[in-house]
Protein backbone atom coordinates (compact mmCIF):
# COMPACT_ATOMS: atom_id res chain seq x y z
CA UNK A 1 0.00 0.00 0.00
CA UNK A 2 1.64 3.49 -1.11
CA UNK A 3 1.07 7.03 0.45
CA UNK A 4 2.01 9.45 -1.28
CA UNK A 5 3.55 12.09 1.22
CA UNK A 6 3.47 16.31 0.91
CA UNK A 7 4.75 17.80 3.53
CA UNK A 8 3.94 21.04 1.53
CA UNK A 9 4.70 25.20 2.88
CA UNK A 10 4.67 26.94 6.62
CA UNK A 11 4.29 24.34 9.22
CA UNK A 12 3.51 21.27 6.63
CA UNK A 13 6.67 19.84 7.13
CA UNK A 14 6.94 20.08 11.03
CA UNK A 15 3.44 18.59 11.75
CA UNK A 16 3.99 15.97 8.96
CA UNK A 17 7.44 14.71 10.53
CA UNK A 18 5.36 13.89 13.77
CA UNK A 19 2.11 12.70 11.60
CA UNK A 20 5.29 10.03 9.76
CA UNK A 21 6.72 8.80 12.67
CA UNK A 22 2.77 7.81 14.31
CA UNK A 23 2.21 6.37 11.07
CA UNK A 24 5.29 3.88 11.32
CA UNK A 25 5.16 3.44 14.84
CA UNK A 26 1.96 1.53 13.90
CA UNK A 27 4.33 -1.04 11.61
CA UNK A 28 1.75 -1.28 8.89
CA UNK A 29 4.11 -1.97 5.72
CA UNK A 30 3.10 0.98 3.91
CA UNK A 31 5.24 2.88 1.44
CA UNK A 32 5.49 6.23 2.09
CA UNK A 33 7.16 8.40 -1.27
CA UNK A 34 7.52 12.20 -0.63
CA UNK A 35 6.66 14.69 -3.64
CA UNK A 36 6.38 18.79 -3.69
CA UNK A 37 2.54 20.45 -3.56
CA UNK A 38 2.16 24.29 -3.12
CA UNK A 39 4.67 27.00 -2.68
CA UNK A 40 7.45 24.45 -2.53
CA UNK A 41 6.63 23.36 -5.92
CA UNK A 42 6.19 26.85 -7.42
CA UNK A 43 9.47 27.72 -6.51
CA UNK A 44 11.19 24.02 -7.64
CA UNK A 45 9.20 23.50 -10.67
CA UNK A 46 7.34 26.96 -11.57
CA UNK A 47 4.24 24.92 -11.10
CA UNK A 48 2.23 23.96 -7.58
CA UNK A 49 0.97 20.80 -8.87
CA UNK A 50 3.83 19.81 -10.88
CA UNK A 51 3.90 16.61 -13.19
CA UNK A 52 6.25 14.09 -11.01
CA UNK A 53 3.37 15.13 -8.00
CA UNK A 54 0.54 14.29 -10.30
CA UNK A 55 2.45 11.02 -11.32
CA UNK A 56 2.99 9.80 -7.95
CA UNK A 57 -0.73 10.83 -6.06
CA UNK A 58 -2.40 8.95 -8.89
CA UNK A 59 -0.24 5.93 -7.67
CA UNK A 60 -0.65 6.20 -4.32
CA UNK A 61 -3.81 4.49 -2.47
CA UNK A 62 -3.68 7.65 -0.06
CA UNK A 63 -2.55 10.92 -0.02
CA UNK A 64 -1.34 12.90 3.37
CA UNK A 65 -0.80 16.78 3.21
CA UNK A 66 0.47 19.46 5.48
CA UNK A 67 -0.53 22.72 4.01
CA UNK A 68 0.45 24.69 1.47
CA UNK A 69 0.47 28.76 1.03
CA UNK A 70 2.40 31.64 2.68
CA UNK A 71 2.49 35.45 1.71
CA UNK A 72 5.70 35.05 -0.36
CA UNK A 73 3.50 33.46 -3.30
CA UNK A 74 0.46 35.85 -2.82
CA UNK A 75 1.46 37.94 -5.22
CA UNK A 76 2.33 35.03 -7.59
CA UNK A 77 0.33 34.99 -11.16
CA UNK A 78 -2.77 32.64 -10.19
CA UNK A 79 -1.19 29.71 -11.98
CA UNK A 80 1.56 29.90 -9.52
CA UNK A 81 -0.11 30.06 -6.49
CA UNK A 82 0.23 27.30 -3.89
CA UNK A 83 -3.63 27.23 -3.38
CA UNK A 84 -4.19 25.93 -7.53
CA UNK A 85 -1.88 23.07 -6.29
CA UNK A 86 -4.49 22.03 -3.77
CA UNK A 87 -7.65 22.89 -6.09
CA UNK A 88 -5.52 21.11 -8.85
CA UNK A 89 -4.84 17.72 -6.96
CA UNK A 90 -8.42 17.79 -5.76
CA UNK A 91 -10.18 18.01 -9.09
CA UNK A 92 -7.24 15.93 -10.80
CA UNK A 93 -8.07 12.64 -8.38
CA UNK A 94 -11.72 13.12 -8.28
CA UNK A 95 -11.89 14.03 -4.92
CA UNK A 96 -15.58 15.01 -4.45
CA UNK A 97 -16.46 14.36 -0.61
CA UNK A 98 -14.75 16.56 1.75
CA UNK A 99 -15.47 15.34 5.27
CA UNK A 100 -14.43 18.07 8.23
CA UNK A 101 -15.68 17.33 11.55
CA UNK A 102 -15.60 19.49 13.82
CA UNK A 103 -15.73 18.12 17.91
CA UNK A 104 -15.00 19.69 20.95
CA UNK A 105 -12.91 17.51 22.97
CA UNK A 106 -13.69 17.87 26.73
CA UNK A 107 -10.13 18.47 27.86
CA UNK A 108 -10.05 21.85 25.34
CA UNK A 109 -13.69 22.71 26.61
CA UNK A 110 -12.19 26.44 27.78
CA UNK A 111 -10.56 26.90 24.24
CA UNK A 112 -14.15 27.83 22.27
CA UNK A 113 -14.84 31.64 23.01
CA UNK A 114 -18.57 30.67 23.15
CA UNK A 115 -20.54 29.67 26.13
CA UNK A 116 -19.17 26.05 27.42
CA UNK A 117 -23.30 24.84 28.03
CA UNK A 118 -23.70 25.80 23.91
CA UNK A 119 -20.45 23.58 23.00
CA UNK A 120 -19.79 21.23 25.25
CA UNK A 121 -20.06 17.87 23.83
CA UNK A 122 -20.24 19.12 19.92
CA UNK A 123 -19.65 16.83 17.41
CA UNK A 124 -20.89 17.62 14.14
CA UNK A 125 -19.28 16.41 10.39
CA UNK A 126 -19.18 19.04 7.64
CA UNK A 127 -19.62 17.19 4.29
CA UNK A 128 -18.45 19.58 1.97
CA UNK A 129 -18.88 18.95 -2.11
CA UNK A 130 -14.90 19.42 -3.24
CA UNK A 131 -14.88 19.56 -6.93
CA UNK A 132 -17.61 21.35 -8.34
CA UNK A 133 -19.18 24.83 -7.76
CA UNK A 134 -18.42 28.24 -8.52
CA UNK A 135 -14.98 26.75 -7.28
CA UNK A 136 -14.17 24.97 -10.86
CA UNK A 137 -17.46 26.86 -13.14
CA UNK A 138 -16.38 28.17 -16.22
CA UNK A 139 -16.66 30.76 -17.84
CA UNK A 140 -14.47 33.14 -15.09
CA UNK A 141 -12.25 35.88 -15.35
CA UNK A 142 -11.84 39.48 -15.24
CA UNK A 143 -12.02 41.22 -18.22
CA UNK A 144 -12.75 44.84 -19.47
CA UNK A 145 -15.88 45.22 -21.65
CA UNK A 146 -18.72 47.85 -22.56
CA UNK A 147 -21.20 47.40 -19.28
CA UNK A 148 -23.62 50.07 -19.26
CA UNK A 149 -21.61 52.25 -22.01
CA UNK A 150 -19.02 52.84 -20.12
CA UNK A 151 -15.36 50.45 -20.87
CA UNK A 152 -14.83 48.93 -17.58
CA UNK A 153 -13.21 46.20 -15.44
CA UNK A 154 -15.61 42.84 -15.05
CA UNK A 155 -14.84 40.49 -12.58
CA UNK A 156 -17.08 37.05 -13.53
CA UNK A 157 -17.97 33.39 -12.42
CA UNK A 158 -20.18 30.67 -12.72
CA UNK A 159 -21.85 28.56 -10.02
CA UNK A 160 -23.29 25.63 -11.25
CA UNK A 161 -23.93 21.94 -10.57
CA UNK A 162 -25.29 18.74 -12.52
CA UNK A 163 -27.77 16.92 -10.53
CA UNK A 164 -25.07 13.80 -10.65
CA UNK A 165 -22.70 15.63 -8.46
CA UNK A 166 -25.41 17.15 -5.94
CA UNK A 167 -26.78 13.07 -5.97
CA UNK A 168 -23.23 11.33 -5.04
CA UNK A 169 -22.01 13.66 -2.11
CA UNK A 170 -26.23 13.84 -0.39
CA UNK A 171 -25.13 10.52 -0.95
CA UNK A 172 -21.80 10.16 1.27
CA UNK A 173 -23.68 12.36 4.10
CA UNK A 174 -26.10 9.60 4.16
CA UNK A 175 -24.32 7.09 4.26
CA UNK A 176 -21.90 8.94 6.99
CA UNK A 177 -25.04 10.18 9.30
CA UNK A 178 -25.58 6.17 9.19
CA UNK A 179 -22.73 5.73 11.43
CA UNK A 180 -23.99 9.14 13.23
CA UNK A 181 -27.52 10.21 14.84
CA UNK A 182 -29.51 9.67 11.41
CA UNK A 183 -29.71 13.12 10.57
CA UNK A 184 -28.78 15.42 7.77
CA UNK A 185 -28.93 18.95 7.37
CA UNK A 186 -28.73 20.29 3.90
CA UNK A 187 -27.52 23.97 3.30
CA UNK A 188 -28.30 25.81 0.33
CA UNK A 189 -29.64 29.51 -0.90
CA UNK A 190 -32.74 28.20 -3.07
CA UNK A 191 -34.29 31.79 -2.21
CA UNK A 192 -32.14 33.04 -4.67
CA UNK A 193 -29.70 31.19 -6.69
CA UNK A 194 -31.69 28.21 -9.21
CA UNK A 195 -28.28 26.24 -8.60
CA UNK A 196 -29.27 25.48 -5.45
CA UNK A 197 -33.09 25.17 -5.92
CA UNK A 198 -31.54 21.91 -8.03
CA UNK A 199 -29.74 21.13 -4.82
CA UNK A 200 -32.62 20.67 -2.81
CA UNK A 201 -35.11 19.02 -5.04
CA UNK A 202 -31.90 16.13 -5.79
CA UNK A 203 -31.36 16.11 -1.86
CA UNK A 204 -35.71 15.89 -1.58
CA UNK A 205 -35.41 12.80 -4.22
CA UNK A 206 -32.09 11.24 -2.75
CA UNK A 207 -34.09 11.21 0.50
CA UNK A 208 -36.11 8.76 -0.48
CA UNK A 209 -33.50 6.03 -0.46
CA UNK A 210 -32.99 6.71 2.90
CA UNK A 211 -35.91 6.07 4.82
CA UNK A 212 -34.10 6.17 7.85
CA UNK A 213 -32.25 9.32 8.03
CA UNK A 214 -34.14 12.57 8.64
CA UNK A 215 -33.29 15.27 6.35
CA UNK A 216 -34.08 18.89 6.90
CA UNK A 217 -32.99 22.39 4.59
CA UNK A 218 -30.96 25.55 5.92
CA UNK A 219 -30.41 28.39 3.91
CA UNK A 220 -26.77 29.05 4.19
CA UNK A 221 -27.28 32.41 6.08
CA UNK A 222 -29.74 30.80 8.09
CA UNK A 223 -27.03 28.11 8.53
CA UNK A 224 -24.25 30.53 9.24
CA UNK A 225 -26.36 31.88 12.39
CA UNK A 226 -27.76 28.66 13.73
CA UNK A 227 -24.23 27.54 13.69
CA UNK A 228 -23.12 29.95 16.30
CA UNK A 229 -26.41 29.96 18.38
CA UNK A 230 -26.89 26.41 18.39
CA UNK A 231 -24.39 24.07 16.91
CA UNK A 232 -25.71 20.94 18.63
CA UNK A 233 -28.50 21.40 16.28
CA UNK A 234 -26.96 19.67 13.89
CA UNK A 235 -25.31 16.39 13.52
CA UNK A 236 -24.20 16.05 9.87
CA UNK A 237 -24.53 19.27 7.56
CA UNK A 238 -24.31 18.71 3.52
CA UNK A 239 -23.59 21.62 1.02
CA UNK A 240 -21.46 22.99 -2.06
CA UNK A 241 -18.08 23.90 -2.30
CA UNK A 242 -18.02 27.69 -1.53
CA UNK A 243 -20.91 27.25 1.21
CA UNK A 244 -18.52 24.40 2.77
CA UNK A 245 -16.07 25.93 2.75
CA UNK A 246 -17.22 28.82 4.74
CA UNK A 247 -19.42 27.12 6.97
CA UNK A 248 -16.54 24.58 8.10
CA UNK A 249 -14.26 27.49 8.73
CA UNK A 250 -17.12 28.77 11.08
CA UNK A 251 -17.86 25.03 12.69
CA UNK A 252 -14.22 24.36 13.22
CA UNK A 253 -14.34 27.86 15.27
CA UNK A 254 -16.85 26.18 17.29
CA UNK A 255 -14.38 24.04 18.90
CA UNK A 256 -11.96 27.29 19.24
CA UNK A 257 -9.28 24.90 18.48
CA UNK A 258 -8.55 24.61 14.70
CA UNK A 259 -5.22 22.79 15.20
CA UNK A 260 -7.08 19.45 16.41
CA UNK A 261 -9.37 19.38 13.22
CA UNK A 262 -8.27 16.92 10.61
CA UNK A 263 -10.03 16.52 7.40
CA UNK A 264 -10.65 13.50 4.39
CA UNK A 265 -11.87 14.34 0.79
CA UNK A 266 -12.65 11.21 -1.27
CA UNK A 267 -13.06 9.75 -4.32
CA UNK A 268 -15.31 7.00 -5.35
CA UNK A 269 -13.76 4.41 -4.04
CA UNK A 270 -12.22 5.82 -1.15
CA UNK A 271 -9.19 7.42 -2.26
CA UNK A 272 -8.53 9.88 -0.10
CA UNK A 273 -6.02 12.95 0.29
CA UNK A 274 -6.32 13.42 4.16
CA UNK A 275 -4.90 16.97 5.71
CA UNK A 276 -5.57 18.98 8.54
CA UNK A 277 -8.00 21.28 8.85
CA UNK A 278 -5.79 24.28 9.11
CA UNK A 279 -3.44 26.22 7.10
CA UNK A 280 0.29 26.92 6.99
CA UNK A 281 0.71 29.51 9.77
CA UNK A 282 3.57 31.08 8.10
CA UNK A 283 4.22 33.45 11.42
CA UNK A 284 4.99 29.87 13.52
CA UNK A 285 6.93 28.05 10.93
CA UNK A 286 10.61 26.39 11.22
CA UNK A 287 9.96 27.33 15.66
CA UNK A 288 9.00 24.13 16.24
CA UNK A 289 6.04 25.02 18.17
CA UNK A 290 3.02 24.00 15.50
CA UNK A 291 0.37 21.98 16.90
CA UNK A 292 0.77 18.43 14.86
CA UNK A 293 -2.46 16.46 16.69
CA UNK A 294 -4.58 17.78 13.57
CA UNK A 295 -2.08 16.14 10.96
CA UNK A 296 -1.88 13.15 13.23
CA UNK A 297 -5.68 12.85 13.72
CA UNK A 298 -5.68 12.83 9.87
CA UNK A 299 -3.57 9.85 9.48
CA UNK A 300 -6.46 7.81 11.96
CA UNK A 301 -9.13 9.13 9.08
CA UNK A 302 -6.67 7.59 6.35
CA UNK A 303 -6.52 4.25 8.17
CA UNK A 304 -10.09 4.28 8.43
CA UNK A 305 -11.79 5.55 5.53
CA UNK A 306 -9.08 4.56 3.00
CA UNK A 307 -7.41 1.28 4.44
CA UNK A 308 -10.65 0.26 6.58
CA UNK A 309 -8.46 -0.18 9.45
CA UNK A 310 -10.44 0.79 12.20
CA UNK A 311 -8.57 -0.85 14.89
CA UNK A 312 -5.44 1.62 13.88
CA UNK A 313 -7.34 4.56 13.83
CA UNK A 314 -8.89 4.16 17.10
CA UNK A 315 -5.40 3.60 18.48
CA UNK A 316 -4.39 7.00 17.45
CA UNK A 317 -7.34 8.42 18.52
CA UNK A 318 -7.38 7.38 21.83
CA UNK A 319 -3.45 8.19 21.94
CA UNK A 320 -4.71 11.95 20.94
CA UNK A 321 -7.34 11.95 24.06
CA UNK A 322 -4.46 10.17 26.84
CA UNK A 323 -2.15 13.18 25.90
CA UNK A 324 -4.58 15.76 26.41
CA UNK A 325 -5.51 13.89 29.30
CA UNK A 326 -1.87 14.40 30.75
CA UNK A 327 -1.98 18.09 30.59
CA UNK A 328 -0.46 18.35 27.19
CA UNK A 329 -0.80 21.27 25.29
CA UNK A 330 1.26 22.79 22.19
CA UNK A 331 0.30 27.05 22.24
CA UNK A 332 -3.03 27.33 20.41
CA UNK A 333 -4.82 25.27 22.90
CA UNK A 334 -2.41 26.03 25.37
CA UNK A 335 -4.19 27.71 28.95
CA UNK A 336 -2.79 28.14 32.53
CA UNK A 337 -2.37 24.58 34.22
CA UNK A 338 -1.35 22.98 31.49
CA UNK A 339 1.92 22.01 30.31
CA UNK A 340 3.19 23.89 27.17
CA UNK A 341 5.45 21.76 24.58
CA UNK A 342 6.39 21.98 20.82
CA UNK A 343 5.70 20.12 18.20
CA UNK A 344 8.27 17.24 18.78
CA UNK A 345 7.59 16.58 22.41
CA UNK A 346 4.14 16.52 21.24
CA UNK A 347 4.58 13.93 18.51
CA UNK A 348 6.93 12.19 21.51
CA UNK A 349 3.78 12.30 23.92
CA UNK A 350 1.66 10.68 20.96
CA UNK A 351 4.20 7.61 20.09
CA UNK A 352 4.53 6.84 24.06
CA UNK A 353 1.14 6.54 24.39
CA UNK A 354 0.59 4.52 21.16
C1 LIG B 1 -9.90 25.03 2.28
C2 LIG B 1 -9.13 26.22 1.81
C3 LIG B 1 -9.02 26.17 0.29
C4 LIG B 1 -10.43 26.24 -0.26
C5 LIG B 1 -8.15 27.25 -0.34
C6 LIG B 1 -6.77 27.30 0.28
C7 LIG B 1 -8.06 27.10 -1.82
O1 LIG B 1 -9.72 27.39 2.25
O2 LIG B 1 -9.44 23.89 2.06
O3 LIG B 1 -10.96 25.22 2.87
O4 LIG B 1 -10.99 27.32 -0.44
O5 LIG B 1 -10.99 25.17 -0.52
MG1 LIG C 1 -11.36 27.10 3.54
Not at 11 to 24: D, K, N
Not at 64 to 92: F, Y
Not at 221 to 231: E, F, G, I, R
Amino acid sequence: MKICVLPGDGIGPEIMTEAVRVLQVLDLKFELEEALLGGCAVDATGEPYPEATRKLAQEADAVLLGAVGGPQWDSNPREQRPERGLLGIRKHLGLFANLRPAILYPELANASTLKPEVVAGLDILIVRELTGDIYFGQPRGIETRDVDGKMQRFGFNTMHYTESEIRRILRVAFEASRKRNRKVCSVDKMNVLECTQLWRDVAIETALEYPDVELSHMLVDNAAMQLVKDPKQFDVMVTGNMFGDILSDEASMLTGSIGMLPSASLDENNKGLYEPSHGSAPDIAGKGVANPLATILSVAMMLRYTFANEVAAGRIETAVKKVLAKGLRTGDIYETGTQKVGTREMGDAVLAAL
